[in-house]
């Protein structure tokens, strides 16, 4: 079992950057792919961002890329999402996901609870 917590959410002008954290307990994160979703106001829960646990590729959301940025550090067993030239329409509930790839939320095995990010213009 894996629990995830993410944090770093906030209130933020457009154009400026936030730094989201997804920590995991009860396993290592090491041996799992992992995500990043995003629900909007509204909206259904997309994809944002992904990378592999074996080579650390990188997939993005074509409406995030050049300015979103997935890493791992599998020592702190944390994920991150790096997000600079924020738009209001990047304010979402951020999820962190264990266990996929794809754009698919089916691929993914385990979810954080969210954290709440706001952009204003």
């Known amino acids: 079992q894996v629990q995830l917590v993410e944090s770093g959410g906030g209130l933020v002008q457009a154009g400026g950057s936030l730094r989201l954290s997804c920590a995991a307990s009860?396993?290592?994160?090491?041996?799992?792919?992992m995500g990043w979703f995003r629900q909007g106001p509204g909206k259904e829960r997309d994809f944002v961002a992904s990378?592999?646990?074996?080579?650390?590729?990188?997939y993005y959301a074509d409406s995030v890329k050049g300015r979103f940025t997935i890493s791992r550090d599998n020592v702190k067993n944390t994920v991150y999402l790096e997000m600079n030239s924020l738009k209001p329409e990047d304010t979402a509930v951020y999820y962190c996901?264990?266990?996929?790839?794809?754009?698919?939320?089916?691929?993914?095995?385990?979810w954080g609870q969210g954290t709440q990010v706001t952009v204003s213009s």
């Open positions: 996901a264990a266990g996929g790839t794809t754009p698919s939320q089916d691929d993914y095995d385990y």
């Open positions: 009860g396993r290592s994160l090491s041996r799992y792919s």
């Open positions: 990378i592999r646990w074996i080579g650390g590729r990188t």
